[in-house]
């Protein structure tokens, strides 16, 4: 068919305004603002895939929650004990290392629900220095919601010890754990749950004295304990320093 002086086709070759020019490609403009979405939407796609992996690495320590038994009371322990850590997991390590100071030192951990003394399972030298551990770690499991996420803090912060051999004589495993533990809780979880699991490990009796290491620590103001720690920190060649009450992060009550 020929090109008329109007038709599509002859279009281009006769017209050379720039008005003439786009009223015979009406959809130019069109064609643009599509081409510019789908160039902005494919950024957006590259953006979320490339922070996906940082994402799904935030959960560092990864805890596999076991029942000793398949009983319907420890069943029921284990699936709150995972419940806690999906929802706190990520943020315990992150205040853990920045108030420590420390990388916690183990990624992947199994842990056994039972109905016993919660353990670390830490192995120790004849100095009574923790050297290692060996899973599983143990966790009661008629333990209440509240205890059961103390307790969790509270027996991974023996295995964030392991990165400190050197210890002054003076300070068992839990003092040393007390140094940080009740300011570790008042930034998670506010003053009142911190004095709460204060109170609770006071009522725990057997081959440890917690209420007279739970005396000890608090006689100290926070500085006092971070400024402990952090020396301890030195003698073990560590580059971190314990956070004091003016870096803490609000708490979440």
Known sequence: MPNGP????S???????????????P????EEAIMTKWLRSS????????????????????LTFTPETKTPEFEAAATEYRSIWAAEGVRVVQVMERITGLKFPQKDIKIQVFEGTSTASLLFDRAGVPVGS?????????????????????ELGHRMNLNLRSRPADLDEHRLL????YDLYVDLYGKEFADGQVAFGRTLKGRYDYDAAWTWALAMTREERAARFAAILKANGKSGSAASASDASRPTT
């Open 134 to 154: 060996r899973d599983p770690m143990r966790f009661r499991a008629s333990y209440s919601a509240e205890n059961k996420k103390g307790t969790l803090i509270h």
């Open 27 to 30: 959809f130019e403009g069109l």
């Open 11 to 25: 279009c281009r070759k006769d017209y050379r305004s720039g008005v003439a020019e786009r009223a015979c490609r």
């Open 43 to 62: 950024l957006a796609i590259a953006v979320i895939v490339s922070i996906a992996p940082a994402i799904a690495q935030g959960t560092r320590v990864k």
């Open 178 to 181: 007390f140094l940080y533990l």
């Open 6 to 9: 109007n038709s599509v086709g």
